[in-house]
């Protein structure tokens, strides 16, 4: 009689669904744990971003995000290089105003503690900071700041993913999931009931609608020596291939955050012979804006792009692609 | 009998009103096997693989370090690359290949384990951003060869277990790069 979170996929074999099924023991008492297993388990790359940069000692990033409405905890990876044994801090952060600027601090609240880490001279090394990320529901953009002791050093990406869990609070939760307790089956000859049928189809789709799943797309630090800007009247940002199994009309959203020292600058994202969406980025008093529009996949092997046609100087910070489930 | 993972369009498939309504009966055998074959197969469904947009770095590092999360099902990945030429410089001798190079973590990291994907171009130099729109998206081979000798064209390995992991790959000479997850035939 308990909430039970399978650690690994429970292996249930549609031989099990045949012949005499006791209603008060298997297969629908793993069918409900499975659902809960994916609930603590299902955890697709909120941010994978792969960035682009010269070396420099401080790196300021902007990650366009929409993230699980139940205020999941999130694990990190970063891939780095220094050329020197030294020490790298890094700290995430939150918007506090509505139309946060990358390089004010007052607009942005921290996330989570800093954290260091010395690498090897030399050695291209993944850094997995300790502790999680508890991104509040509703935040649309993530801040990473890291920077070195002094010397210049790589940061070559960073991936945001959900942490796997082993148990599950009881209540509902803000996606609309409701863990699956096994009390009532648990009484010999118990009747099965419909709701409960219900309740094991509607979490996974809860489940699985939370949680977007980056596409990537181009990232750049709003400091540092290397800003890619354009002021050429056609500019590509990006041209790279992804996979989505089986998501054939999946929706991508596509969000930016960018300004153009002229207003009317033009920035189009979309799939290779397929759909796109077009931004019109402005100065708005020389800062930066968060814009979002969505376009449908007709492929699962789909070629995406981000075209520029600026007004003056355009300058993106980010241009990333997310796909989401269910929609 | 065998367990594959199978694969959901998500755009359609999730619904969350009632599979069911009275006065249905809830264990008939129809009902189980539909929902099993949901569930198996939303936990199953591959993940996306992420895009990403790879800037040149020079020596002395050259290539980069980015990750791929993928779910369970997962046995090999096939290599994704695009790869840009600068036109103005493409009437230039030939000075490629500069192939797209990979190691995957779970793939191996010595020389032997490294992949490599011929570059198709024979002209100019790979080059980012990748404007002037010359630039060519490519597949890696589909030999599967675990245990490589040398250097070559094959898949990439994952680490096949029954939960979500992080696969870490190291690449160069490319643009862009993705990978798509192959499953296996059997979860078991």
């Known amino acids: 009689m308990a909430i039970v979170v399978p650690t690994s996929y429970p292996l249930l074999l549609p031989n099990d669904l045949l012949g005499v099924v006791t209603p008060d023991s298997e297969p629908i008492d793993m069918l409900g744990e499975i659902g809960n297993y994916l609930y603590c388990n299902h955890s697709p790359a909120l941010v994978n971003a792969a960035f682009n940069f010269d070396p420099a000692t401080t790196y300021t990033y902007i990650l366009p995000i929409e993230p699980s409405v139940d205020v999941l905890d999130y694990e990190i990876l970063i891939g780095l290089y220094s050329a020197t044994s030294q020490l790298i801090t890094a700290q995430f952060y939150v918007p506090a105003v509505a139309n946060p600027q990358p390089a004010t601090g007052g607009d942005w609240t921290t996330l989570g503690a800093a954290h260091t880490t010395t690498p090897g001279a030399a050695t291209k090394t993944w850094w997995t900071p300790p502790g999680v990320l508890a991104i509040p529901s509703g935040t649309q953009t993530l801040r990473l700041v890291i920077f070195s002791a002094g010397a210049v050093f790589h940061v070559f990406s960073c991936m945001v993913y959900p942490q796997r869990k082993n148990s599950l609070a009881s209540g509902p939760k803000a996606s609309g999931f409701f863990p699956y307790n096994n009390a009532r089956l648990s009484v010999s000859g118990a009747s099965q009931d419909i709701e409960t049928i219900n309740r094991i189809r509607r979490n996974v789709a809860l489940t699985i609608r939370d949680r977007e799943q980056s596409l990537g797309g181009f990232y750049q630090s709003a400091v540092g020596p290397y800003f890619l800007a354009s002021t050429a009247p056609n500019f590509r940002y990006f041209y790279v291939p992804a996979s989505m199994p089986g998501q054939v009309g999946g929706l991508v959203k596509a969000r930016i955050f960018a300004y153009d020292s002229t207003n009317g600058g033009k920035l189009r994202v979309g799939v290779e012979g397929g759909e796109f969406v077009d931004f019109t980025v402005d100065n708005n008093a020389a800062s930066y804006r968060r814009q979002e529009a969505a376009f449908r996949v007709h492929t699962e092997s789909p070629i995406f792009y981000a075209d520029a046609k600026p007004a003056g100087t355009m300058r993106p910070l980010a241009i990333s692609l997310a796909f989401k489930p269910g929609q | ?188």
């Open chain 2, 1 to 188: 009998m065998l367990a594959p993972p199978s694969i959901v369009n998500f755009r359609d498939a999730l619904p969350t009103g009632d599979f069911i309504s009275p006065p249905t009966s809830a264990a008939r055998l129809e009902l189980l096997a539909g929902l099993f074959a949901f569930v198996h197969g939303c936990a199953t469904t591959p993940y996306v693989s992420t895009g990403h947009a790879i800037k040149y770095q020079a020596s002395p590092t050259t290539s980069v370090l980015v990750a791929q999360r993928y779910n369970l099902g997962t046995e090999r990945f096939r290599l994704r690359f695009s790869k840009s030429v600068r036109v103005s410089s493409y009437a230039l001798t030939p000075q490629e290949p500069f192939n797209a190079t990979c190691y995957g973590t779970t793939s191996g990291v010595t020389a032997a384990d490294q992949m490599i994907v011929a570059s198709p171009f024979d002209h100019g130099q790979y080059n980012y951003p990748p404007q002037d729109y010359s630039v060519k998206v490519f597949d890696g081979s589909n030999t599967d060869d675990p245990t490589p000798a040398a250097a070559s064209d094959r898949l990439a390995e994952a680490a096949k277990q029954l939960y979500p992991q992080n696969e870490t790959f190291e690449v160069a000479g490319v643009s862009g790069f993705s990978v798509v997850p192959l499953l296996a035939a059997d979860l078991q």
